[in-house]
């Protein structure tokens, strides 16, 4: 990834952000897909984390297995079975489950390849698989916490908790990112590692949102509230003290749009790098990179890398 960006003054330190791996090529959150993201040339695996009924943080999406991405030990589908919360399995437990072997919308990812027999991996498996193949690559690891969905996972302050503990025993501090839409793991993760830089996840279309929300301050940004800062983005996160870098849904930085919250260049000038969101098409990439955003997070890293190898 290095020798392609240095061709590229304009864009030398754009970060490619492999989503779930490359969710679009390989099944997500395995093994295979952050192997394949490597080979690619991502500059940051991004990555979703739940703990197991046995404190251990595992590499996966969703406090319930979902149906659409795994089998049952014997293969068969989880459709029609009790549900299966993440924090009530073992670790044992949770890699008996076959999650390769299902691609969970073909319409979407024509080309992912199975992986049939790839399980749920521990955090620590993806460092080691990760570390092993390229000791420069950067993690960006969502805590999968809900205010809104507290029975679901484990508390704010556990997933902070064992997640900056994990990050330091790695030695990782400096090419690690926390990110949530629950601010609250961000201030916890500070309070613990003012290293340890975090990023404040945003999600803001026609029907829902985590800044502007019915009840005021939303539940999701630790106590503060978006409206006593007017709308003015870049105030709010300077105001928390423990946001390093915004991450928004794509779709809020053109400045046409209808969902349209703040310009990547004033969140820029109020010092915090712009991250967005799921990005898979490339005109999309480009008008975004053209918008200066610092960074993309994206199921198919393959068509950003090849946008910017000729841009």
Known sequence: MAKILTQLP????FDVQGHRGARGLRPENTLPGFAHAIELG???LELDTGLSADGVLMVCHDPVLNPTLCLDRSGRRLSGQPSLR???????ELQQFDCGSLNPDPQRFPL????PGAWIPTLQQVFDLAERLNPQIR???ESKVSPLQPELTASPEAFAATLVAIVEQNKLVDRVTIQSFDWRVLQRVKQLNPQIQTSALVLHNATTSTLDYAASPSPFLAGWNYHKFRGHLPELLRATGFIDIYSPNWETLGPGSSVFLQSVAAVQAAGFPVIAWTVNDVDTMRQLIEL???GL???RPDTLLNLLANF
């Open 10 to 13: 304009a864009i030398a330190n």
């Open 42 to 44: 991502v500059t940051t």
């Open 86 to 92: 993440l924090k009530d399995l073992r670790v044992e």
């Open 112 to 115: 992912q390849q199975a992986v």
């Open 139 to 141: 993690y960006n690891i």
């Open 292 to 294: 200066g955003v610092n």
């Open 297 to 299: 997070i994206t199921d």
